[in-house]
């Protein structure tokens, strides 16, 4: 295919550099917006096409050195090529560009990213695939796999973990979650000083003295339970079944954890005014204007159907945690019906990766 020269002008979600070639636009992976650069054709869409890059002829002064043997090849990190600092710019940017583009939001109260203390070695938890003897990552775009010794972006005790499973002398086929401490199956936050943050920002977004939380999504009560002073009553609603297990097993008599589909118990809620069948006893819950709700979804966001219940249900805080801007974005676009944006937060969970995490705190506002 063809070589062209390009100039990079931005940093799409998701990591690649973005040129214009004759008006279209071109994805270059391992670029920086600024940069002058020479890039292969690979793929060529009616609206954009794909290339590799093939050299830097002017280079940003954002340009480092990477890390790791397998960048570039390896599909987890897309950023080690460039500096700490203008990695947490370039998310911030596009934590900003996502909430005007997609949710059409005008002026977006958008704090400052809170950094990770460590920009390597952090990961506290990897899922590795095994394939005819191959132990590694899945190559970028493809499923192709590569064999990873060391994971620079993950902790000594993952690494060692690693090692520990390639040691062995037979691997069968399928994927190995290793994990830093041997604990627990169920969902954890993959960076703990970050988590960490991430807790301590979302316990100061709500106010003390408060009635009722509901902590959707709430995996092994995460967030409810760092939250537990400043409630009488705390439900928290997640369909895995061991992560609620884990949440009950220092649960106190203001915890109430239930195994079950969020979207079922909220429009449950919502069309019982109140009242929520916990464990086959119906409970009377509160009243929705002291209702504090924490939404913390998989990356696929929001279904239509939990975006119309929060609506309609109209709690008087409303957290959303995001692991994806843009269906955070898009989401926001149909919350502001009836909530009013007070802030924004990106926290940089993954160092390295074009992965952005987001907290968000919103204030229901009267029915129009
Ligand atoms: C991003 S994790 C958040 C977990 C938790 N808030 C934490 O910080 O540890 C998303 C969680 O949502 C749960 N989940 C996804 N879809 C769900 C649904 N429709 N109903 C209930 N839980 C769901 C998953 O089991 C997972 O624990």
Redo the contacts with the bound molecule.
Sequence with gaps: MRIVDLEIEDIAFGGKGVARDQGKAVFVPYTIEGELVSAEIVREKKQFAEAELVEVKQSSPDRVEPLCPYFGRCGGCAYQHISYEHQLAIKWRQVRDALQRIGKLKDVPLRPIIPSPKQYAYRNRITVHAQEGVIGFFRRDSHQLIDIEQCPISTDEVNRALTELRAQPYVRDGDYTLRASASSR????TNDEVADALRGLVVNLVPPKQELLI??????G??AKALLDKFERVIG????KF?IAAAKQNATDKETYIA????EELASVSRNDGFLAVEGETRRLGSRHSLTLIV???ATGLSADVRKTIVDLAPATLIY?S?NPPTFARDLRELQERFALESVTPLDMFPQTAEIEVAASLRVVPAS
């Design positions: 169920v969902f954890s936050q902590d959707a999504y709430c995996g092994a995460f967030f609603i997640d369909w895995d992560a079950s589909d969020v979207e913390d979804p998989p945690v692991c």
